[in-house]
């Protein structure tokens, strides 16, 4: 059974617009049969509207909207375990209205609850204004809270144990269920967290408001930073906010801020002394997670400047092209730069993860590297196992007419290893799957779907716990990680 287009914030416009979530409350009935439009997106990159957008949905300001899919029964039963998926997209578009997310699959053949729901991005949910206050610029976590906070007091309605509650997400998703981490070091609303490809770094404390600036100017809005500004802003019509970021604007970015309330800064001395949640955690990255993100880059000189402009904390300069090169042997300058963004945004800010989780005394933790490749998702040159190609396995959403049967096999093995830990995240999700142990003695990473094994029984490679980390701890780790 399932139950779509649920509200449970209001619709944050007008005088409500940059402002926290306001939670919906109503005694009156609801039309829950159909997804509801997505928030406003934006996309800088019109090849990840076509591949991360299919099909388009509406899209509206009133967005704060939520789906539950529940076994048929659920309700008269014994309480089921509760998973809450976050949707990625850089943070700047996603949602949970695409078919892709339909948890129709999960629900009947795992036996567990799935709620869904929208959450705010780009400039209108992480602004970095300073025209707000500085705990008042995060305003998509604050919608996951305000998500996770009706799941607690309302999904024993549908038929799910608020103490089995699991979040999980991918990429700016996967980004988010680890803030989640950080910011509940006591009472977690949750009791385990998955990460597929996204989890932060370090972050630097110090916020940048130049994007806002631009933004406002951009829309015809001059006044000095402060209310009559943000009173301006506040009368500028969606669609003419929605124009401007997909146009001129489009190549402007919005991030979190750090405000040590939603979002904090040294994340992994947080996590080895234990100020983040005490719960198991299911990461990794898919083998090619960076494919998508070079097409067509060869430049490798042009890249790392890119590169280490964004990442550069003041702690490595000087990384030149050989050196890259030779933590890579045997890849071109294209190959090298694909592996590079994978190893810097998911690759070794898993392992870190991992790694910290496990030295602050986190026994279950499970790290994976997912290799799966099917020719049906080979949509662009040397695609590989890319970024996503994961979820339609995960949700059992493939396409049926082109799927091949390892592709049929793999998604029930895949959604059944990832059930197996949101219905007991302290075993082992799948046979030869052991909790991580950091380090090159053990064998603890486990490799899914390679070698075309698709089945419960030889989906995981055991390999070396370290064998994937050796260009994070060569360089990467050092801008990535603050106190190396």
């Known amino acids: 059974m399932s139950f779509k287009g649920v509200r449970f914030g209001q619709a ?12 919906f409350v109503s005694a009156e009935h609801t039309d829950a049969t159909k997804l509801g439009p997505s928030c406003l997106q934006q996309f800088a990159n019109p090849l990840a509207a076509q591949l991360f957008n299919r099909p388009p949905p509406a899209e509206d300001e009133d967005c704060l909207l939520l789906n539950v ?30 078919p892709l997310y339909d948890g129709t699959s999960i629900a009947k053949n795992q036996d567990i609850v799935i709620v869904t729901f929208n959450y705010r991005t780009n400039v209108l949910g992480f602004p970095g204004s300073e025209d707000l206050p500085i705990d008042g610029n995060n305003l998509g976590f604050m919608d996951q809270e305000l998500a996770f906070t009706w799941v607690q007091q309302n999904i024993a309605k549908f038929g799910g144990d608020p103490k089995q509650v699991t979040i999980m997400g991918q ?42 600036d631009q933004f406002a100017a951009g829309v015809g809005c001059n006044q000095t930073a402060g209310e009559d500004r943000l009173s301006c802003l506040r009368a500028v019509p969606a669609t ?22 939603t979002f904090f800064a040294n994340i992994f ?9 005490r719960v198991p955690i299911f990461i990794g990255h898919m083998q090619d997670d960076g494919t998508f993100f070079t097409i067509g880059r060869t430049n490798l000189t042009e890249f790392l400047g890119t590169l280490t402009g964004i990442l550069d904390n003041g702690a490595v300069t000087g ?70 190609t994961e979820l339609q396995e995960l949700f059992g959403t493939f396409n049926a007419s082109t799927a091949t049967s390892d592709e049929v096999t793999l998604s029930n093995t895949f959604q059944t290893v990832v059930a197996n830990f949101i219905k007991n995240p302290d075993a082992s999700p ?55």
């Open 12 to 23: 944050p416009v007008g005088p409500l617009r940059w402002s926290p979530p306001v939670p």
């Open 69 to 98: 899919w529940a076994p048929s029964g659920a309700q008269f039963g014994q309480p089921k375990p509760v998973v809450i998926w976050i949707y990625g997209g850089s943070l700047a578009s996603g949602t949970a209205s695409l």
């Open 171 to 212: 990429s700016a998703g996967g980004v988010s269920v680890s803030a989640a981490l950080v910011r509940h070091p006591i009472d977690p609303p949750f009791r385990a967290g998955i990460l597929f490809s996204g989890a932060i770094p370090d972050e630097s404390a110090t916020p940048s408001f130049a994007a806002f």
């Open 240 to 261: 003419t906010i929605r124009t401007f970021t997909n146009g001129a604007g489009a190549a402007i970015s919005f991030s979190p801020v750090v405000d040590n309330s």
């Open 269 to 277: 001395a947080r996590i080895r002394s234990k100020q983040t949640a």
């Open 319 to 388: 990384v030149t092209p050989d050196f890259v090169r030779s933590l890579y042997p045997g890849f071109d300058d294209p190959q090298v730069i694909a592996a590079a963004l994978r190893d810097v945004a998911f690759g070794c800010p898993a392992s870190l993860w991992a790694s910290g989780y496990v030295q602050s005394g986190i026994s279950s933790v499970f790290r994976y590297e997912y290799g799966a490749v099917f020719p049906d998702l080979q949509v662009f040159p040397n695609a590989g196992a890319w970024h996503s």
């Open 430 to 484: 799948a046979p030869n799957w052991e909790k991580y142990v950091p380090g090159s003695n053990t064998q603890t990473l486990a490799k899914l779907a390679y070698q075309g094994n698709v089945q419960v029984d030889n989906v995981v490679m055991p390999a070396q716990s370290d064998s994937v980390d050796g260009p994070c701890e060569a360089l990467w780790n050092k801008f990535l990680d603050f106190n190396q």
